[in-house]
């Protein structure tokens, strides 16, 4: 992989707004964003096609040409923008992305008005302000000023809004396999994740995600020849369901480290003490059995440090006066991007034994670790320390999924909220 330095520029300048851009370019970012909350770009309502047609207009409007700009998708309701920066060569584009669909708002339990853009103590509020249209809103101002500065990059840049992240996901794979270009790619950058903790007045680190736990759910079903309830026995589908779902409960699978938490545990040693130390370092050192309270007390800290199963959705019976002939749990598990599913699959089965059938609900995407490269470090670093010097970074593991699951190339998620 072989990273132009003047792809480091966009980056710095993708990082220079809406933080502490110019005024002018954080104004336009702040426009668009707006226009972008106000269009309800939930699934249900359909969307996202909207957001994706402002967002061309508004490059069309700014010198960006007709056939760069493409919006396409899988659906008519859930269009994305497929966008070309011209460079000198369009051999290895590289990719920038952001999605413009969002999940529903309940409007009572909002201050605000969900659907349009106010700031309220120097943070905006909006649903998708953060998650993504922030990015995406940063993205598209990125491309105009680096166009009115007359930026060429070495190679095409590629934007790619997605239209339904937080649901199905065929946007991104719509791009994907009717797209050579994105195939081509060698890495993308992603604004749906990464994030600075802190505050933006106190920084402590710059977390790079750049590893995903890979999203897999099955179900358990438990038959039973069935009978009437006034005549009761011992064999129960929905008591053999509960046995097979406490068996989940109880199960903990290894704990196990990949170089991304590997490098996040390490950052977190600056600051721990006393007991947490010390498990940290029994942790480091390869120690996976023991009952940690560091994880044992900190669900995130579990879910970041082992694969996890949990119990979402339940159904069985056919009428309160009957035995019940089968009955249905829904497991959904997170499994480290570094194991294997069929593996979680197979240890499934066995803890809740051949009585209980056990079947995928969909097919598993694979999403492995992309490596944080003394370049990737270079380029992401420069650009962060433009805006917040000397703030470590720190790679970080999303026990989420996003559209970086089915790109196929390294992505690197750099532009989240503060946390
Ligand atoms: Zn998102």
Not at 72 to 96: F, H, N, Q, R, W
Not at 179 to 202: L, W
Not at 233 to 258: G, M, Q, T
Not at 383 to 392: C, E
Request: glycine residues 6%; negative net charge; contains cysteine.
């Amino acid at each position: 992989m072989k990273l132009s330095i003047k792809l480091m520029v966009l980056m710095m300048v993708v990082f220079s707004n809406p933080i502490s851009g110019s005024s002018d370019y954080l104004e336009l970012g702040r426009s668009i964003l707006s226009d972008m909350v106000e269009i309800e770009s939930t699934a249900d309502m359909g969307l996202s096609t909207e957001v994706s047609k402002l967002s061309k207009d508004i490059l069309l409007k700014n010198g960006f040409d007709d056939a760069d700009l493409k919006v396409v998708g899988p659906t008519d309701t859930s269009k994305g923008l497929y966008a070309i920066y011209k460079g000198e060569s369009s051999k290895k584009p590289a990719i920038v992305m952001a999605h413009i669909d969002v999940v529903p708002a309940v409007k009572d339990s909002w201050d605000t008005d969900p659907f349009e853009l106010v700031e309220i103590d120097g943070f905006l509020h909006g649903r998708g302000s953060s998650d993504n249209k922030g990015g995406a809103a940063a993205l598209i101002t990125t491309f105009i000023r680096l166009k009115e500065e007359g930026f060429v990059p070495k190679n095409d840049i590629i934007m790619l809004l997605t239209g339904d992240e937080e649901t199905g996901m065929e946007s991104i794979i719509y791009f994907r396999d009717n797209f050579e270009s994105v195939r081509r790619s060698p890495f993308a950058f992603n604004s749906d994740g990464g994030y600075i903790t802190g505050t933006m007045k106190n920084p402590r680190a710059f977390r790079l995600q750049s590893a995903e736990k890979v999203y897999m759910t099955v179900t358990m079903t438990t038959s039973n020849r069935g009978g009437h309830s006034s005549i009761p026995r011992p064999d129960n589908a929905i008591y053999d369901l509960a046995d097979a779902i406490k068996k989940v409960e109880n199960y903990k699978f290894p704990i196990s480290l990949n170089e991304t938490t590997r490098a996040t545990l390490e950052f977190t040693l600056n600051d721990a003490q006393g007991n947490d130390r010390d498990e940290i370092i029994a942790i480091l050192e390869g120690e996976t059995e023991s009952d940690f309270d560091i994880v044992n007390n900190n669900s995130e800290v579990n879910a970041m440090l082992r694969t996890t199963c949990v119990a979402t959705k339940l159904s069985a019976g056919h009428a309160e006066n009957a035995l019940p002939v089968s009955a249905t749990a829904t497991v959904n598990c997170r499994v480290l991007p570094h194991e294997n599913p069929e593996d979680v699959f197979s240890a499934l089965q066995q803890l809740v034994g051949q009585n209980v059938t056990v079947s995928s609900v969909s097919n598993f995407q694979k999403s492995p670790v992309s490596p944080i490269t003394p370049e990737i470090e270079t380029i992401v670093g420069e650009a962060i320390h433009k805006v917040f010097p000397n703030l470590p970074l720190v790679p970080t593991m999303s026990t989420g999924a996003t559209d970086a699951l089915h790109l196929g190339v390294l992505v690197y998620l750099f532009m989240g909220p503060v946390r």
